[in-house]
């Protein structure tokens, strides 16, 4: 009796040694006699002492610091580089039986994956195309860790450590391109100004009243000041004829400007024919120069005199 009444505590003792308690988000991956004899949990699962073993494998997503590594970018920058490596197991078995320590090969693996990437990028995209770079990191991460049974679910490039003369070279850099775009900004401006400008001065052109009620407009806004010296813009056309009169010598139009004979007289009809046809005018004196006409006029004077001086005789 108290053979069987022992027996029967082995028995209740070595059951509870037996029994474990997985929780949901874990996984227990058992050996049988050295053998793998499967996945079980969650919950309460049997696995016998002494003969089994069972690992804990959690489900949950793991966050893994990578520490700063030097890199060597593709244009020779030389920086430090950290990230954070988001995984997760997939198959417990696998990461169990195919490698000893998931994470720490999983971190070992991102380090050197990070610097080998990195080192294949120019600073310009590593700044400006961090996406492109944490899908590339991820999807080489993904599928070396894929045969353990483990996936990456996202990688980030946390911070880029950049030196001191380079984040000076980057400063000047952006501002010799601010400037530049400054530049073309007040040049597209004075384009479009000098267009707009042309395309109004053919309108008033076109218009000889639009350019007066300009003129009027400009003055109503100058004397709307109460500024006790009021000016008066001219425009240079009211200026054009008389420029263009003292270049040619004369109107612009007409030509030379005519210069009017002096009405001669003559006291007495009865002349002889060769001194009226001395003193007669010309038929066309506007188109004769200057000096002949100067000539022309002295001698009608002096014919004028003498005949007039042979009558009194």
Same mark, same amino acid.
């Given at each position: 009796m108290e053979i069987l009444t022992a027996g029967l505590f082995v028995a209740v003792v *070595? &059951?509870?040694a037996s029994l474990r308690i997985i929780r949901q988000y874990e996984r227990a991956v058992t050996f049988f006699l050295g053998r793998f004899s499967g996945t079980k949990g969650p919950g309460l699962i049997f696995v016998p002492a002494l003969f089994a073993h069972a690992k804990r494998i959690s489900l949950r997503i @793991?966050?893994?610091d990578i520490p700063p590594q030097d890199v060597i970018t593709r244009d020779n920058v030389t920086l430090k580089v950290n990230a954070v490596l988001y995984m997760r197991v997939l198959d417990p078995a696998r990461a169990v039986i195919e490698i000893e320590d998931y994470l720490y090969a999983t971190s070992q693996l991102a380090q050197t994956t990070l610097r080998s990437v990195l080192g294949e990028v120019e600073l310009d995209e590593l700044l400006a195309d961090r996406e492109k770079i944490n899908a590339i990191l991820k999807r080489i991460i993904d599928e070396r860790t894929e045969p353990w049974g483990i996936e990456a679910s996202a990688v980030e490039v946390k911070d880029v450590d950049l030196p001191e003369s380079m984040k000076r070279a980057m400063a000047r850099q952006a501002e010799a391109e601010r400037e530049r775009r400054a530049k073309v900004i007040a040049a597209q401006g004075e384009l479009q100004a000098s267009a707009t400008l042309a395309q109004a001065a053919r309108t008033l052109g076109a218009e000889p009243n639009a350019l007066q &009620?300009? *003129?009027l407009q400009t003055v109503a806004e100058i004397a709307a000041e109460n500024n006790s010296?009021?000016?008066f813009p001219i425009p240079i056309e009211l200026f054009r004829p008389f420029i263009r009169m003292a270049e040619q010598g004369g109107s612009p139009a007409a030509g030379p @400007?005519? @210069?009017p004979l002096p009405r001669v007289e003559f006291p007495d009809p009865t002349l002889p024919p060769e001194t009226q046809q001395a003193l007669a005018p010309p038929a066309d004196p506007a188109g004769m120069p200057a000096q002949q006409l100067s000539d022309l006029m002295s001698r009608l004077r002096l014919e004028s005199a003498r005949a007039?001086? #042979?009558?009194? #005789?």
């Open positions: *070595y &059951l509870f @793991v966050a893994l &009620l300009r *003129y010296t009021t000016l @400007v005519p @210069v007039s001086q #042979g009558n009194d #005789g």
